[in-house]
């Protein structure tokens, strides 16, 4: 049986957050990110649109020899997730598999906060779907969770702007609306791949005692645990430490952006999906 590289799919620069940190634990697979730049964000499109995009990606990536693909987008794992597992898999190839980035964060909350108060920072599309709240109710049905959706974050990231004086307002903002709503709050989840560049922001208007939750390295001990109980997927994962990274955008934007978020020279192919 042929194996391939496990797909990591997001709908622009965010995923690359969550390739770092899986690469870092598992640097023996090989991968390959996909980011639908020329698309993002999905996170202000409908259900309908983000699924359609999103099982497009999918399809791409089953093509390109994935048997195991990554949602690291949470505005997909949210709106797309489901709906792809069981409307299309079955179709596609019942062997293979996708997965999401929402439950493996979620799991790791329980033991973090102390006051069974938690708050999730997110784009629009994740916080109107309550797919947050559903799974800590699915977990731990004791803890409180609140929302705040930051719209404008994204393109801070997008447009390389995390680090400059103006984003502080924005950052501070969505923030100080978090904790209005809810100011028991301990534990602060930022769900969605791109706000790890805005951390330095975050943690300066975090009241300090207020712990800030990355997803990173909660995704990827989980994508670690689930190949060591699927060896029967673990054997369809190549394993020449080779990472290929492809965008539905320029090559020459997704270097120069990437940059931001990875810090090696990387090799970059044009694809077209849909
Ligand atoms: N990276 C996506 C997420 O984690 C957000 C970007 C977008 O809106 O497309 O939700």
Redesign the pocket.
Known sequence: MYSGPIGIF??????LTILQQIRRVMPQYDYIYLGDNAR??????SFEVVYEFTRQAVERLFAMGCHLVVL???????KALRSVQQNDLERLDPQRRVLG?IRPTVESIGGMTHSRHVGIL??E??ILSASYPLEVKKLFPDVVVTGQACPLW?PLVENNEATSSGADYFVQKYIDALLAQDPLIDTVIL?????PLLLDKIKKYMPSGIRVICQGEYVAASLQDYLMRHPEMDVRCSKDGKCRFFTTESKEKFISSASLFLQEPIEVEHITLG
Do not use: E, K, L, M
């Open positions: 997001d709908s622009g620069y965010g995923g993002t964000p999905y996170g202000t499109r690291a987008c949470n505005t997909a794992s949210a980035i997110a784009t599309g994740t994204v769900g969605c791949t791109h706000y």
